[in-house]
């Protein structure tokens, strides 16, 4: 596609549910990032792809953050059992290999009640 | 461990006033340093970045930053900003792989 595709723009959760983010990189892109940005702050990593191997995950929050990415192309966070910490602008980046730019998509809108 | 601190919080600016914001890293070894805008409603883009060699990097829409390797400063400027240029602004660096952000400026523009 023409850019780094996130669904849904806006998802709004009761406290305990569980929700899954999905993200659609750049075709070709290998690399792969998740960002959390809360209200009022710069978006903070999660967790890294290069192709279907997470290479580092020291971001996630807790255990209840899981992300996937299976066959090396879209890849899904999920939050289990979500708190009112969790609401926050999920946003994902893929990168272009030689360049080391990223491209962000327009983030996913958690919120939380 | 990598860090990003930005100064400015927010920033005022009546339309060709001057821009400069500040950003400072913390890391070790080799950085790469960028800035990213985000227009209200829209997606983070790059505005520039600095691998190495010349110090001073010019980027879109007339921004250029300075890299003082003395200062671990990569500071944004704009020598006339427009009413457009209202939004806010991130500082970035990365060493091996992740990309670390400071807590971004948010830029008014009066016209």
């Known amino acids: 596609g023409a850019g780094v595709s996130q669904s849904p723009r806006y998802k709004v959760a009761k406290r305990g549910q569980d929700v899954a983010l999905r993200c659609d990189p750049i075709?070709?892109?290998?690399?792969l990032f998740w960002y959390q940005q809360a209200l009022g702050q710069g978006p903070e990593f999660l967790t890294y792809?290069?192709?279907?191997?997470?290479?580092?995950k020291s971001g996630l929050p807790s255990d209840r953050f899981f992300a996937e990415r299976p066959e090396g192309s879209v890849s899904t966070l999920k939050i289990q059992r979500t708190q009112q910490e969790d609401s926050a602008v999920y946003l994902c980046a893929s990168r272009e290999e030689g360049t080391a730019k990223l491209f962000f998509g327009s983030g996913t809108q958690l919120s939380v009640l | 461990a990598q860090s990003v601190s930005q100064h400015n919080h927010h920033v005022i600016l009546s339309e060709a006033a001057s821009l400069e914001l500040g950003c400072n890293y913390s890391?070790?070894?080799?950085?790469?340093l960028f800035w990213y805008v985000q227009y209200p409603g829209q997606h983070l883009q790059l505005l520039l970045k600095?691998?190495?060699?010349?110090?001073l990097v010019k980027g879109i829409k007339g921004f250029e930053a300075e890299f003082i390797k003395s200062k671990f400063s990569f500071n944004l400027r704009k020598p006339s900003v427009q009413w457009s240029d209202t939004a806010e602004y991130f500082c970035?660096?990365?060493?091996?792989?992740?990309?670390?952000f400071g807590t971004g400026t948010r830029l008014l523009v009066s016209p």
């Open positions: 792809f290069q192709n279907e191997a997470q290479l580092d």
């Open positions: 970035a660096s990365s060493g091996f792989q992740k990309l670390v």
């Open positions: 890391y070790g070894g080799t950085v790469n």
């Open positions: 600095y691998f190495s060699g010349d110090p």
């Open positions: 075709s070709g892109h290998v690399s």
